[in-house]
């Protein structure tokens, strides 16, 4: 079987690369050195030290193999189950550790690597200064591989799916996440297939073909995109087509890989926890990544607390943030309108355990304007020289509204986090720069 490059759907992969294996267990061997027993710094492709299985969110079935997408009872959401009494490390031995899988016990499986996590987390005082904050850093996920979060969850997608003998990855995507897709598809020798609004930025499409991707534009926003992709997998069953689905929620990855991002902030601050982080929300992956390592750290003794999380959204696209308002379940925005691109998902899948995950944490939704989202990018970057994300700049944004409101106290240690790298879409703000004559 010759492994396609993504070009169309009869190009081998080795017409532009030697490759000396052809199925995605030989080249994950080859990427192994040979045992298959783990990537590098050992991380074993098999179940991590304290998990016990998966967990349906919905009808609460466990699912104890390593590989699994949806409930097969109910097609419900996954959320990893870990032994927190046992075989957790102690800070002395994640300090010890490097990298970005610091704690691969309370991961699931070990993911595909090409340099992911680590990322700072950068103390930004002029702007604490002017929110009144005690402090305030930015977690600048723009250092990932691809410049987003969702490497890290794609990292896990795509390990899972070579583990259970699929050939591709296949998504929806705004753009981002498809570009991350399409990466680590490469580097475990699979196959990437990504349906993409025709809005999604020229990088992201150029970068998801460079990367070998199969993509296909479609006219109109995510929802269009979503719903072609939709089609396609219902016209060529998964089953026939050896693929794995890649998008969020559809397996328990995209947000169990999210959880490092909050390891790395409490080990950043002394396993000191934060009163606050604020999360730009599209699908929820990263509201309900981070939480679920708050109360899994808290749980096994490594921290005291969890903190308080916030969802921040453009206004013209808030579905969780009126959710949360409203006392509700998330609701379809019938007409989106951000120039927000990566936040803008109107029915969001992991709407619900985005709203789950930030109500009883002690936080709340905030909607901005896309151009406060803007204008904070700018300010930041102005003033501290940190490039963020119009995404970023909506969490900024959100942060200055919600010490208005007095939900971000005097004495609070606030964290931001920036998913996406600020060079994917600065020609935005810099647009706003110029419409206000800078």
């Known amino acids: 079987m010759n492994i396609s490059c993504g070009l169309d ?39 991590m030290g304290c ?29 990893g189950s ?3 009494d046992g075989g957790v490390p102690s800070r002395d031995t994640v300090a010890e550790r490097t990298g970005g899988w610091r704690l691969p016990e309370l991961l699931p499986i070990g993911p595909v690597k090409l340099g992911e996590g680590a990322t700072p987390l950068i103390e930004v005082p002029g702007v604490a200064d002017e929110l009144d904050v005690a402090s305030l850093h930015v977690k600048d996920e723009g250092h990932n591989p691809t410049g987003s979060v969702a490497d890290r969850g794609l990292a896990l997608v795509a390990a899972a799916a070579a583990a259970r003998g699929d050939t591709r990855l296949a998504l929806a995507s705004t753009g981002v996440d498809g570009q991350s897709a399409a990466a680590y598809a490469a580097r475990a020798g699979l196959d990437a297939r990504v349906v993409v609004p025709s809005r999604a930025s020229f990088v992201t499409k150029a970068m998801i073909n460079v990367h070998g991707g199969d993509m296909r534009v479609v006219e109109g926003r995510f929802d269009d995109a979503r719903a072609a992709h939709a089609a396609e997998r219902d016209d060529r069953p998964a089953e026939s087509d050896a693929r794995f689905p890649a998008g969020p929620f559809e397996s328990p990855y995209r947000h169990e890989g999210v959880k490092p991002v909050y390891h790395e902030i409490v080990q950043t601050l002394a396993w000191r926890v934060p009163d606050a982080v604020v999360v730009p929300v599209g699908h929820g992956t990263v509201p309900v990544g981070v939480r679920s390592a708050a109360r899994e750290l808290a749980a096994a003794g490594l921290v005291d607390g969890t903190p308080r999380v916030y969802a921040a959204q453009p206004a013209g696209c808030a579905p969780v943030v009126e ?34 995950a930030v109500r009883p944490s002690g936080g709340a939704g905030v909607a901005v304007a896309d151009e406060d989202a ?22 900024a944004a959100g942060a200055w509204t919600l010490r208005e409101r007095g939900e971000l106290a005097a004495a609070d240690t606030v964290v931001l986090v920036n998913p996406v790298a600020g060079s994917k879409d600065a020609d935005v703000v810099r647009s706003r720069l110029m419409g206000r004559g800078l």
């Open 51 to 79: 998990f016990e299985g998966f967990r349906c969110a919905d009808c609460g079935a466990t699912v104890p193999e390593v590989v699994a997408t949806r409930c097969g009872a109910c097609s419900g959401v996954l959320e």
């Open 374 to 395: 803007l204008d904070a990018a700018a300010t930041v970057a102005h003033h501290e020289g940190l490039e963020l994300g119009v995404a970023g700049g909506v969490a």
């Open 9 to 47: 759907d009869t190009t081998p992969r080795a017409t532009l690369v030697t490759w000396a294996y052809t199925t995605p267990a030989c080249v994950l061997r080859r990427l192994l050195g040979g045992d298959g027993q783990g990537f590098d710094q050992g991380a074993p492709l098999a179940a």
């Open 323 to 356: 959710a949360l308002t409203g006392g509700r379940a998330p609701e379809p925005i019938d007409h989106p309108d951000t120039v927000v691109g990566a936040l803008e998902v109107p029915d969001p899948t992991g709407g619900r355990w985005a709203v789950e």
């Open 82 to 84: 870990y032994d927190l």
